[in-house]
């Protein structure tokens, strides 16, 4: 992640991520979510965070989360149903679950599917927020799978190359692979030039956007430093054609076909939904497994030890950060923005629940 | 594609394309090629070429292929070998077949698995230059699929986001989907800023690279516009950090991944070698195929109809520029730079093979 993106050290508080991950688990119960459940929604989020992907863990969705399940938006008991299914392949209705909460199955069941047969794939109409794409595909690699997932429709957000009126979400994909030794590849973008919960980031911690990176309500292009406006709409990865917004508005467009369309619910723009795709390539139908996860690391660190450019110290892989991060927090704990400890103290007080966050060691002097 | 690509007007001749088609063909079975191997290298050449994707027709690819079937470095009569096998994917040997030679048979055969299974995959091994990936993917379109396709390897062009030596090819990656009526999707892009061919077509050309577009032998991007060095490397779509590169950086690690490891020959930058990945997904194994087509003519519809932003004419959808471009050329012949035929006319004097290149109408007072 960008520096710019990162809690201010002066408002960082450690919390041990089992103190944070009992909160949540607890406060999803409380929802009205069965146990399992809940330890599942709260797996997702902490998970997220333990790899420094601070969009997609508590700080930024748990309040929306609550607040949906609060007003009745959200079913904590959702019953997933299967719409059609072959020995591959299986389009699932999420009963309106959160994707965070029903997600993980249908990822399973592309597993369980591709251990069978090779490959499985799996869509998945009517459900929420999936947190991140990124634990989703992960899940295939304990199988020494390939994973890959999608979530996307919707629309409001993002303006395809040179137009005026937004057509997709921010419509994100994850592919993921097992090594044996080094951190899993794991490569998780948003189709837009950042994630959307970037931006409430950016604007929580007061810093500009990058030139680029957002267009103005007639689709051109910001092309200078800007704090957050409040109205903007998202551009493509690439931000300009000349930069291959194409490919970002391209890349939005694959996800809403996979997602969407393939779900049945027709396209995200029309329709005014989402979906989500999940898919998993069992290794050893292709090739010695074994041999794969050698392979991966060679690849993985060939690509960590790569020389690199002047002004950088060095070349990361996509999971190279997450899975040091893990390790990192997994010791000291996870750097939140004291507005979220405060946060999770008081839905703690207001539903009764015991929310114990206590400050975690911190980095140290050998964390410095 | 974009405007500075086009050949300039003055040097277009415009080929009815049945002949450029008899003429390649002709060359192909002169390198020694069976008529169907011939007749399918001549399909992908001139499917490119009538779609407007002139970096993987004629032009720039058929005198180095006719080069490596001279110098006997390409095996004009492949004995595709099956390395591994499931119900729903394969791993083939391609015996040092051209990619435009072998791979479209490999799609067919993740098609067939797909047809039965719901789904297929196919990695290759040990086989040439592919001739872009859109060809191949769009086969799965013709039977109610959808298909994808990645190619990649070597590791000698692309530098990773931050780093000073190159780890990667172009490794472009194609989705397509099929619609009743529009002209089908299409998303066919490298996961550099720019496909290779296009440098080399800019050189021809003499037209300059953006800024963002190519690195320095030390891996910092070069951000002002220049004419084609004589040595760089390329970029990672995004060209920088903050414009998304580590987006293209990760896309050119997945292509890596499914083409190379996934096929068992290792990474690219470390066998020197390249593969193929091939899959289809039916359509019915999800959903309704009928409900889904007219999903898509409303989604790309939707699309191409929607506001285009100050100072241009209108929104494109990945694949409508190549639907209309194969019409229009299929009417009124291909434009080709006046180089091209006469180098057609040389190999086939050289070769004693007839070539007749006739100027066809052009665009007449109707196209302009």
Same mark, same amino acid.
């Given at each position: 992640?960008?520096?710019?993106?990162?809690?201010?050290?002066?408002?960082?508080?450690?919390?041990?991520?089992?103190?944070?991950?009992?909160?949540?688990?607890?406060?999803?119960?409380?929802?009205?979510?069965?146990?399992?459940?809940?330890?599942?929604?709260?797996?997702?989020?902490?998970?997220?965070?333990?790899?420094?992907?601070?969009?997609?863990?508590?700080?930024?969705?748990?309040?929306?989360?609550?607040?949906?399940?609060?007003?009745?938006?959200?079913?904590?008991?959702?019953?997933?149903?299967?719409?059609?299914?072959?020995?591959?392949?299986?389009?699932?209705?999420?009963?309106?679950?959160?994707?965070?909460?029903?997600?993980?199955?249908?990822?399973?069941?592309?597993?369980?599917?591709? %251990?069978?047969? =090779?490959?499985? $794939? @799996?869509?998945?109409?009517?459900?929420?927020? +999936?947190? *991140?794409? #990124?634990?989703?595909?992960?899940?295939?690699?304990?199988?020494?799978?390939?994973?890959?997932?999608?979530?996307?429709?919707?629309?409001?957000?993002?303006?395809?190359?040179?137009?005026?009126?937004?057509?997709?979400?921010?419509?994100?994909?994850?592919?993921?692979?097992?090594?044996?030794?080094?951190?899993?590849?794991?490569?998780?973008?948003?189709?837009?030039?950042?994630?959307?919960?970037?931006?409430?980031?950016?604007?929580?911690?007061?810093?500009?956007?990058?030139?680029?990176?957002?267009?103005?309500?007639?689709?051109?292009?910001?092309?200078?430093?800007?704090?957050?406006?409040?109205?903007?709409?998202?551009?493509?990865?690439?931000?300009?054609?000349?930069?291959?917004?194409? %490919?970002?508005? =391209?890349?939005? $467009? @694959?996800?809403?076909?996979?997602?969407?369309? +393939?779900? *049945?619910? #027709?396209?995200?723009?029309?329709?005014?939904?989402?979906?989500?795709?999940?898919?998993?390539?069992?290794?050893?139908?292709?090739?010695?497994?074994?041999?794969?996860?050698?392979?991966?690391?060679?690849?993985?660190?060939?690509?960590?030890?790569?020389?690199?450019?002047?002004?950088?110290?060095?070349?990361?892989?996509?999971?190279?950060?997450?899975?040091?991060?893990?390790?990192?927090?997994?010791?000291?704990?996870?750097?939140?923005?004291?507005?979220?400890?405060?946060?999770?103290?008081?839905?703690?007080?207001?539903?009764?629940?015991?929310?114990?966050?206590?400050?975690?060691?911190?980095?140290?002097?050998?964390?410095?």
């Amino acid at each position: 992640m960008l520096e710019r993106f990162k809690v201010p050290e002066k408002d960082r508080v450690y919390v041990r991520p089992e103190q944070v991950r009992a909160a949540t688990e607890a406060i999803f119960q409380k929802m009205g979510l069965e146990d399992a459940g809940a330890r599942q929604c709260a797996d997702v989020l902490i998970t997220n965070d333990l790899r420094g992907v601070e969009t997609h863990g508590v700080s930024n969705m748990l309040r929306q989360y609550v607040k949906r399940y609060g007003d009745g938006s959200q079913n904590p008991r959702p019953k997933v149903r299967t719409v059609r299914e072959t020995s591959t392949t299986a389009t699932l209705d999420g009963d309106n679950g959160l994707g965070i909460h029903v997600g993980p199955d249908a990822m399973r069941l592309a597993i369980s599917k591709a %251990k069978q047969h =090779g490959m499985g $794939a @799996v869509t998945m109409f009517n459900s929420g927020h +999936l947190g *991140g794409c #990124g634990y989703h595909a992960v899940l295939a690699t304990e199988y020494d799978m390939i994973g890959l997932c999608m979530t996307g429709g919707g629309g409001a957000s993002m303006v395809p190359t040179w137009a005026a009126e937004p057509r997709f979400g921010t419509n994100p994909v994850a592919w993921a692979a097992p090594a044996r030794n080094q951190p899993p590849f794991l490569f998780d973008v948003a189709s837009t030039q950042i994630a959307n919960n970037k931006i409430g980031l950016a604007r929580r911690l007061g810093v500009k956007l990058e030139a680029g990176w957002i267009a103005r309500q007639d689709g051109t292009p910001v092309l200078e430093e800007v704090p957050v406006p409040d109205k903007y709409y998202m551009l493509p990865f690439g931000g300009t054609r000349e930069m291959g917004s194409h %490919k970002g508005y =391209g890349s939005a $467009a @694959v996800v809403d076909i996979m997602c969407c369309t +393939l779900s *049945g619910i #027709g396209p995200g723009f029309i329709s005014k939904k989402g979906g989500h795709f999940f898919c998993a390539f069992r290794i050893d139908a292709f090739t010695d497994p074994e041999k794969f996860k050698d392979d991966m690391d060679a690849f993985l660190e060939g690509l960590a030890k790569t020389k690199p450019a002047p002004g950088h110290e060095r070349v990361l892989y996509p999971g190279l950060s997450e899975g040091e991060e893990t390790a990192k927090r997994n010791r000291e704990g996870i750097p939140y923005h004291r507005e979220v400890v405060d946060w999770f103290k008081s839905i703690g007080a207001e539903l009764g629940i015991p929310v114990e966050l206590t400050q975690g060691t911190g980095p140290g002097p050998r964390g410095r």
